[in-house]
C-alpha cells in the first residue's frame, strides 16, 4: 500500500467526519481597556468673588412702633425695609382738621327720688349740626384740641313730680327751638356722638329753672339715631423713622465677618379722607353730679373714600468688616489663603407715592 493511497483515505475520512460531526462556532472574547493618563501638574484656583460684600439687610425692627402709623402706610416700601433694624426710633407729627355736618333725633328720660316725691323728665327733638375738630398727629393717635359744635335744635321736654300717693306735685312743658354753640365744652374730640345731646338739655334746664342736674337719677336713657357726612383732612405730616443694626456676613462660603449700618427715613405726607355715614346710639345709667353709664351701644354704617401723597428721603450707610481662611490640599500638600476686608457704604433715595381710594362701604 502506498503512502499516497494512505493519504487520499486519510483526508476522505476527514471529509467524512466533519459532515457527521461539524465543529462548533468560534467566541468572540471583548476585554476592557483601561486608560491611565498622565497627570502632568495640580493647579489650585481660588473663587474671584468670595469676598465680595453682599447686600446688607437689616433684620430686626422698632420696639415702640405703633399700629396707627398703619394709617400712613407705605413709607417708601419700594425702596428699603426700613423697619428691619436692632434698634430704632419712630416718630410721628402734623397737624390734622375734621368737618362734619348732619342731624340726628334723639330721646332722653331720667327719674329718682326728690325727698319724698319721685321726679320724671322727658325730652325728645331733632338736631341738625356742623362740628369741627382740629389738633395734632402723633405716633399715638389724633389728639383733638379744638372741637366747635354748632347745634340748630328743635325741642319738646316735660318735667313732672308725684308723691308717694300717685298725685302731681309738680309739671311743666314746653317746646323750644334755638341755636347753641359750644366749643370744648363737654364734647369728646374722639366720640362727640357720645354727648352730643347735653348741651341742648342743659340749655332746657337752664332757660326753665328746672332742678334736674341737682337731682340724683337712679334711672338714665338716651336713644339716638342719625346720620353725617365728613372730610378729613391731615397736613404738615413728617415721618421720621431712624436706627442702627448689626449682623454676621451670610452666605458667603467660609468667611466670618459683621456688617453694622445706620439707616434714616424721613418722610413728608399729606392725607384727606371723605364719606358719610348713619349711626345708632343707646345709653343706659344713672346720674348723681354727674352720669354714669353702665351701658353704651353704638353701631354705624357708611362708605368713605380718601387720598394719600407722599414724599420720602431714605439715607443709609453702614460698615462691613470681614475675613476669611480657604485651606485646601491634602496630607503631603496643603495651601492656605487668609483674607481679610473692611467696607464703607452710603446711599441715598428719594420716593414719591400716591394712593387713591375709591368709595368704600363699611
Known amino acids: 500500500m502506498s503512502a499516497s493511497w494512505m493519504r487520499r483515505l486519510q483526508a476522505r475520512l476527514r471529509l467524512e467526519l466533519h459532515k457527521w460531526f461539524p465543529p462548533a462556532p468560534y467566541e468572540i472574547v471583548k476585554r476592557a481597556r483601561l486608560n491611565t493618563p498622565e497627570m502632568l501638574e495640580e493647579r489650585l484656583v481660588f473663587s ?3 469676598w465680595l460684600p ?3 439687610v437689616p433684620i430686626g425692627g422698632a420696639s415702640q412702633y405703633n399700629v396707627s402709623d398703619a394709617l400712613f402706610q407705605p413709607i417708601t416700601v419700594g425702596v428699603q425695609p426700613q423697619l428691619d433694624l436692632r434698634s430704632a426710633s419712630v416718630s410721628l407729627a402734623g397737624s390734622f382738621s375734621l368737618s362734619v355736618t348732619g342731624d340726628y333725633d334723639f330721646s332722653v328720660y331720667q327719674s329718682g327720688p326728690d325727698g319724698a316725691y319721685t321726679f320724671f323728665f322727658t325730652e325728645s327733638g331733632h338736631v341738625s349740626f356742623t362740628l369741627d375738630t382740629s389738633g395734632t398727629v402723633a405716633g399715638s393717635g389724633y389728639n383733638p384740641s379744638i372741637a366747635n359744635l354748632e347745634q340748630d335744635v328743635d325741642v319738646d321736654w316735660t318735667f313732672l313730680e308725684l308723691d308717694g300717693g300717685g298725685n302731681t306735685v309738680v309739671y311743666a312743658s314746653d317746646s323750644e327751638q334755638f341755636t347753641l354753640a359750644s366749643s ?7 366720640f362727640w356722638a357720645g354727648f352730643n345731646w347735653y348741651n341742648p338739655t342743659s340749655r332746657v334746664v337752664t332757660d326753665n329753672s328746672l332742678p334736674l342736674f341737682a337731682l340724683s337719677a337712679t334711672s338714665f336713657s338716651l336713644d339716638e339715631n342719625g346720620g353725617e357726612s365728613y372730610t378729613l383732612q391731615v397736613s404738615n405730616g413728617l415721618n421720621t423713622i431712624s436706627g442702627t443694626g448689626s449682623v454676621a456676613l451670610d452666605d458667603l462660603l467660609d468667611e466670618t465677618g459683621q456688617q453694622t449700618y445706620g439707616l434714616t427715613v424721613i418722610q413728608s405726607f399729606a392725607h384727606t379722607e371723605q364719606g358719610n355715614n348713619s349711626f345708632i346710639l343707646a345709653e343706659r345709667g344713672s346720674y348723681s353730679g354727674g352720669y354714669a353709664l353702665s351701658s353704651v351701644t353704638y353701631s354705624e354704617q357708611g362708605s368713605s373714600s380718601r387720598e394719600y401723597d407722599a ?5 443709609f450707610n453702614g460698615t462691613i468688616s470681614s475675613s476669611g481662611l480657604q485651606s485646601v490640599g491634602n496630607s503631603g500638600h496643603n495651601l492656605q489663603d487668609t483674607s481679610s476686608s473692611n467696607y464703607l457704604r452710603n446711599s441715598l433715595a428719594t420716593s414719591t407715592y400716591h394712593e387713591t381710594m375709591r368709595p368704600t362701604t363699611h
Do not use: Y
Open 184 to 190: 370744648n365744652t363737654n364734647l369728646d374730640g374722639h
Open 311 to 315: 414724599d420720602s428721603t431714605l439715607s
Open 48 to 50: 474671584a468673588n468670595v
Open 54 to 56: 453682599q447686600r446688607l
